[in-house]
Nanobody
Framework: QLQLVESGGGLVQPGGSLRLSCAAS????????IAWFRQAPGKEREGVSC?????????????IYADSVKGRFTISRDNAKNTVYLQMNSLKPEDTAIYYC???????????????????WGQGTQVTVSS
C-alpha cells in the first residue's frame, strides 16, 4: 500500500540546519505532488513547501515555498530513491513543529499547491529549534 515515512527531525540550535526525508513506498513518487506541512502546538497546520510531479509537463518539479521559509528551506526529490527532501537552513525557534510530508496524485502535471487537500500523509517527524 502507499506509504510515506518521514525522518531526519531532531533538536537543533537556532541558526542550525536539518534535512528531512520523506521516503515513499507502494507508488512512484515522481507522478505525485509532494508537500511538506508543519504543525506547532496550539497552531493550525501550515503548508511549508511543495514540489510538483515530474515528467514532461510545463510544471515538472516546480516548487512553492511559504513566505516564512523562503530563502531558508529547499525542497528536492531523488527519483532513484523515491524520496523527497526538505533542507532546512538558518532555523529559527518558530520553525519548531511536527513536520509531515503528504502526496497527491490529483495534481499530476499541474503546479503543486499548499492549500490542496493531499490524500496521503506520513506520521510526522519532530523538529525542535532551541538553545
Amino acid at each position: 500500500q502507499l506509504q510515506l515515512v518521514e525522518s531526519g527531525g531532531g533538536l537543533v540550535q537556532p541558526g542550525g540546519s536539518l534535512r528531512l526525508s520523506c521516503a515513499a513506498s507502494g507508488f512512484t513518487a515522481t507522478y505525485y505532488a509532494i508537500a511538506w506541512f508543519r504543525q506547532a502546538p496550539g497552531k493550525e497546520r501550515e503548508g511549508v513547501s511543495c514540489i510538483s510531479s515530474g515528467g514532461g509537463s510545463t510544471y515538472a518539479d516546480s516548487v512553492i515555498y511559504a513566505d516564512s521559509v523562503k530563502g531558508r528551506f529547499t525542497i528536492s526529490r531523488d527519483n532513484a530513491k523515491n524520496t523527497v527532501y526538505l533542507q532546512m537552513n538558518s532555523l529559527k525557534p518558530e520553525d519548531t513543529a511536527i513536520y509531515y510530508c503528504a502526496a497527491e496524485g490529483g495534481l499530476l502535471f499541474r503546479l503543486c499547491e499548499l492549500n490542496y487537500e493531499y490524500g496521503y500523509w506520513g506520521q510526522g517527524t519532530q523538529v525542535t529549534v532551541s538553545s
